[in-house]
Nanobody
Framework: QVQLVESGGGLVQAGGSLKLSCAAS????????VGWYRQAPGKQRELVAT???????NYADSVKGRFTISRDNAKNTVYLQMSSLKPDDTAVYYCNIHLPLMDYWGQGTQVTVSS
């Protein structure tokens, strides 16, 4: 059974930083693309960043230069370091593992950025 458990969300002032973590179990983590998505109230879920098994990176334009995605395959964990946070970054952040025929999602962690 695949499980993804996010942690690290919270309330932070604009300009601050947070680091999200997502621990995976029940899956050969290292061979898949993993990523972070977010969903703000009233909006669709959107891509934040992904990292492939070969460590190729992809970022949404809105977070380039501010967020950094990384992975530790030995710990089955993917991270999202978020800096220079803005109120527009407020959302529930979800961890994702992308398989050829299926996607797995975590339960989400709330990030709230106050102005």
């Amino acid at each position: 059974q695949v499980q993804l458990v996010e942690s690290g969300g919270g309330l932070v002032q604009a300009g601050g930083s947070l680091k999200l973590s997502c621990a995976a179990s029940g899956i050969i983590f290292s061979i898949y693309t993993v990523g972070w998505y977010r969903q703000a109230p009233g909006k669709q879920r959107e891509l934040v960043a992904t990292i492939t098994h070969g460590a190729s990176l992809n970022y949404a334009d809105s977070v380039k230069g501010r967020f950094t995605i990384s992975r530790d395959n030995a710990k089955n964990t993917v991270y999202l370091q978020m800096s220079s946070l803005k109120p527009d970054d407020t959302a529930v952040y979800y961890c994702n593992i992308h398989l050829p025929l299926m996607d797995y999602w975590g339960q989400g962690t709330q990030v709230t950025v106050s102005s």
